[in-house]
């Protein structure tokens, strides 16, 4: 009994001591899907072609794809947001902010200076930050002194991320963070006030956002209708889908237009010989169409008419 005692202690203080920071081998238990590489901090680190040809992914696609694989739970919407047309794409770097305490706040502060971390605790996880990431974080919905960063730090961000945020808080500055080319924010809302009584909790660690649970390395899918997290291994599969569904949906209002098919035709499970028209279709327009050529490619490979 004492051994059980000693070693549950002994746990306890380890992941104490890592509060600020998830440890490698955690997050490679929370996610044993992911087969691909990975961040020395032990995130998946999804292929940048893969984030590239997810900003044509519409957020119905990807919830669709992720409901069908059970995960029911990933979608937030109710943001603020810069601009409405700039998508945000990429794999999440989390943080979980609290509302403050002082002698947690006090250790955090101590333990992230014996490490050389510079600076407010909201600028620390700016500095792990690269390319491709995006910076996602719970601040408990707090707006009003819980303005996560203005336009200083969000100069920050976009240099070393090439890309924007998701807070479950607020942010300032919005007029300097809009002139940012590139850059933009899914907030709670907008406050002139500066960052009080929240402190930080842990970096790379699972999080809520709103409905949502988040890990460290998701895919962040943020549009105009909101936010959608894709778990890395389910990166791929949403991609692909996507794009085959975009596809047959310019083939079928194409051939629409022609007045070669019915709505009733195209609207339901399409016939061998629609099948087989759509076949000769890819290959006709394969240096047209606006998929990967070798996606195309790969479908053909599959298809049997």
């Given at each position: 009994m004492r051994l059980i005692k000693f070693t549950f202690l002994t746990l306890l203080l380890c992941n104490f001591a890592m509060a600020q920071t998830t440890s490698k081998e955690q997050i490679i238990f929370l996610t044993p899907q992911w087969e691909g590489e990975r961040f020395d901090d032990g995130r998946p680190k999804v292929a940048?072609?893969?984030?590239?040809?997810?900003?044509?992914?519409?957020?119905?696609?990807?919830?669709?794809?992720?409901?069908?694989?059970?995960?029911?739970?990933?979608?937030?919407?109710?943001w603020e947001l810069i601009h409405d047309d700039v998508p945000v794409v990429g794999r999440a770097l989390t943080v979980q902010y609290m509302p403050n305490r002082p002698d947690v706040s006090d250790q955090?502060?101590?333990?992230?200076?014996?490490?050389?971390?510079?600076?407010?605790?909201?600028?620390?996880?700016?500095?792990?930050?690269?390319?491709?990431?995006?910076?996602?974080?719970?601040?408990?919905?707090?707006?009003?002194?819980?303005?996560?960063?203005?336009?200083?730090?969000?100069?920050?961000?976009?240099?070393?991320?090439?890309?924007?945020?998701?807070?479950?808080?607020?942010?300032?500055?919005?007029?300097?963070?809009?002139?940012?080319?590139?850059?933009?924010?899914?907030?709670?809302?907008?406050?002139?006030?500066?960052?009080?009584?929240?402190?930080?909790?842990?970096?790379?660690?699972?999080?809520?956002i709103g409905a949502a649970t988040v890990l460290p390395g998701d895919i962040v899918l943020g549009k105009k209708e909101g936010v959608i997290f894709i778990p890395a291994h389910l990166a791929e599969k949403v991609v692909v889908t996507s794009e085959v569904v975009r596809l047959r949906d310019l083939f079928g209002i194409g051939k629409l237009k022609e007045g070669k098919y019915t709505p009733g035709q195209i609207d339901s499970k399409w016939s061998d010989e629609i099948e087989k028209d759509f076949s000769k279709w890819l290959k006709d327009h394969i240096d047209e169409l606006p998929v990967p050529k070798e996606q195309i490619q790969e479908l053909l490979k599959k298809r049997t008419w």
């Open positions: 940048d072609d893969i984030l590239e040809r997810m900003k044509g992914v519409s957020t119905e696609e990807a919830w669709g794809v992720l409901r069908n694989e059970g995960y029911h739970n990933q979608f937030e919407g109710g955090i502060k101590k333990k992230g200076k014996a490490d050389g971390q510079i600076g407010s605790t909201n600028s620390w996880p700016i500095d792990m930050l690269v390319e491709g990431d995006v910076y996602v974080a719970d601040g408990f919905g707090k707006i009003v002194d819980g303005t996560l960063i203005g336009d200083n730090l969000g100069n920050s961000i976009y240099a070393k991320s090439k890309n924007g945020v998701v807070f479950n808080a607020s942010s300032r500055d919005l007029e300097g963070l809009s002139k940012i080319d590139g850059f933009n924010a899914f907030v709670r809302g907008w406050h002139p006030s500066y960052l009080q009584e929240v402190m930080l909790e842990s970096i790379n660690s699972p999080i809520r």
